[in-house]
C-alpha cells in the first residue's frame, strides 16, 4: 500500500525536529537570555580569573525565561603586569604593556562554572552577595574555544597604551538547567601557567548592562573567599538551546490529523 502524503510530510518535518534540536550553533538569530557587552572605554579593565596567578572572577545573573544555557560568550584580555599603584592590584593596569597577538601555547584552556546564589547579609560581617555552591562546570580546551579579536582599548594621557579585547564562545556538553526566577553567578577561569603575562576578564559597562550584586574575585584576599570588586561587573552573555516548538507542534499536529483520518 502507498504511503498517504500527508504521513511523508509528518516524517519529513519529524526529523527537520529532530535534526535542528541536535545542534545550538551561533547564528545571527540566536536570542540570548542574559547580555552584557565589554566595556570598550579606555577605563575599561579586565581582571584576573586564571591560574597562573590563582584568582577567579564570578558575576551573578537571573534566570529569565527558564530556558536551558546552550553556550556562553565572554571578553578578556592578556596583558603584561606592570608595577604601579593602582585601585585594583587584581586587574589590568593603566599603563600595562600592550599584547597586540594571541600568545602562542599561554592557555591549555578554560573553566566555566555556574554557581548558586548566596544573598547579601546571609553571614555576619559579609554585606555582599557571592557564590555559593557549583551548579554546573565544564572545562574547555583552548583548541575547543572559539577566540577572535573584538577590538581595541586605548588609553587616555601620555602613555597612550592599547589593548586588545578578544571574544570567546563555548557550547555546553549538558545544557545547564537553570529555574525561571533564581539568581546565579557566572565564573570564567583560564587554565595557564606563564606569570610572565596575565588573562583577565574584561568588564562591562555598569551604567548599560550592570544588573544586582558587584562582581566578586577569589585569590587575592587573605580575609575572604570571595572579595567584593565594587562598582565592577563581568562582560558575558548566555545562549539558550533553541526549542523549535513550532516545528514540532506542526508535525503532531498533521500525525494526529493523520491518525484521525485512519480510525474512520
Request: hydrophobic share 40%; aromatic share 14%.
Amino acid at each position: 500500500m502507498k504511503m498517504n502524503t500527508l504521513l511523508r510530510l509528518t516524517l519529513v518535518l519529524l526529523l527537520v525536529f529532530s535534526v535542528s534540536s541536535l545542534s545550538f550553533a551561533n547564528t545571527d538569530e540566536e536570542k540570548d537570555v542574559w547580555s552584557q557587552l565589554p566595556n570598550m572605554g579606555p577605563y575599561g579593565y579586565a581582571f584576573s580569573s586564571e591560574t597562573a596567578k590563582p584568582s577567579e572572577t564570578a558575576d551573578d545573573f537571573l534566570c529569565e525565561g527558564g530556558a536551558d544555557i546552550g553556550a556562553v560568550r565572554w571578553w578578556g584580555t592578556y596583558y603584561e603586569p606592570a608595577p604601579a599603584v593602582h585601585f585594583y592590584s587584581n586587574s589590568a593596569k593603566w599603563n600595562d604593556p600592550t599584547i597586540p597577538n594571541i600568545p602562542a601555547g599561554i592557555i591549555g584552556g578554560f573553566t566555566v562554572r555556574i554557581y548558586s546564589n548566596i544573598a547579601a547579609g546571609t553571614d555576619p560581617g559579609i554585606n555582599w552577595a557571592r557564590p555559593g555552591i557549583v551548579e554546573h562546570q565544564e572545562y574547555f580546551t583552548f583548541n575547543d574555544v572559539g577566540e577572535m579579536l573584538y577590538g581595541t582599548i586605548t588609553r587616555t594621557g601620555t602613555s597612550a597604551v592599547q589593548q586588545n579585547v578578544w571574544e570567546y564562545y563555548i557550547e555546553f556538553e549538558d545544557p545547564f538547567e537553570q529555574i525561571e526566577g533564581t539568581t546565579y553567578w557566572l565564573s570564567i577561569q583560564a587554565d595557564h601557567d606563564d606569570n610572565s603575562i596575565q588573562w583577565g576578564w574584561q568588564e562591562t559597562d555598569r551604567d548599560l548592562y550592570g544588573w544586582n550584586a558587584h562582581a566578586v574575585q577569589s585569590g587575592y584576599s587573605s580575609v575572604y573567599d570571595w572579595a567584593l570588586i565594587t562598582n565592577k561587573e563581568m562582560a558575558f552573555e548566555l545562549i539558550p538551546v533553541p526549542e523549535p516548538v513550532s516545528i514540532f507542534g506542526i508535525a503532531l499536529t498533521l500525525l494526529g490529523l493523520y491518525l484521525r483520518k485512519r480510525g474512520k
